[in-house]
T-cell receptor, first 114, second 116 residues
């Protein structure tokens, strides 16, 4: 089955700096890669996703890159703000046309300091 | 904006008791999921459900677990005889369809299950 590794487990940056979180996956059949943000005690919320037919996607301060050959994808947050502080999870999924599961990474706790 | 809802928000039970966790998926969604998250750990898949039957289940989802869609709105997870290691946050999720472009899984707020 799919296995998703995520690094680093914790990341502390100063406000205004960039943050990068990296994930690798094992199953070459995976073709959908979402990123979820989870604030303390709250539900995971999708912040950006990418499919395997594109290499990069950007939404304001957030971008995701995908390298299918190397089976890794990364989340980039620019101009970080204190409200970006949360746990971020990457995930992978094979879009099969059925109710296929998300396999999550182990999470990165991002702390944005003033 | 419609959201997935879950009840209760926190359930405390004694080991060996049965619990039912309830979810109301977003109304036009067709695919339903349960995940769990042990404190401080990653979110783990339990089961997916479509067209009134289980699509896929993980090795965690053993005979003690069952799911049901008893009516047109609710989606339930039952644990027949709870164990200490079942203590976790349980998230329900739903998605509108399975094809590209409609694949996002929307998560509920979770039910924190504590087994004593």
């Amino acid at each position: 089955g799919e296995n998703v590794e995520q690094h680093p487990s914790t990341l502390s940056v100063q406000e205004g700096d960039s943050a990068v979180i990296k994930c690798t996956y094992s199953d070459s059949a995976s073709n959908y890669f979402p990123w979820y943000k989870q604030e303390l005690g709250k539900r995971p919320q999708l912040i950006i996703d990418i499919r395997s037919n594109v290499g990069e996607k950007k939404d304001q301060r957030i971008a995701v890159t995908l390298n299918k050959t190397a089976k890794h994808f990364s989340l980039h947050i620019t101009e970080t703000q204190p409200e970006d502080s949360a746990v971020y999870f990457c995930a992978a999924r094979e879009e099969t046309g059925t109710a296929s599961k998300l396999t999550f990474g182990t999470g990165t706790r991002l702390q944005v300091t003033l | 904006e419609p959201e997935v809802t879950q009840t209760p928000s926190h359930q405390v039970t004694q080991m060996g008791q049965e619990v039912i966790l309830r979810c109301v998926p977003i109304s036009n969604h067709l695919y339903f999921y349960w995940y769990r998250q042990i404190l401080g750990q990653k979110v783990e898949f339990l089961v997916s459900f479509y067209n009134n039957e289980i699509s896929e289940k993980s090795e965690i989802f053993d005979d003690q677990f069952s799911v049901e869609r008893p009516d047109g709105s609710n989606f339930t997870l039952k644990i027949r005889s709870t164990k200490l290691e079942d203590s976790a946050m349980y998230f329900c999720a739903s998605s509108p369809a399975a094809g590209a472009g409609s694949n996002e899984q929307f998560f509920g707020p979770g039910t924190r299950l504590t087994v004593l």
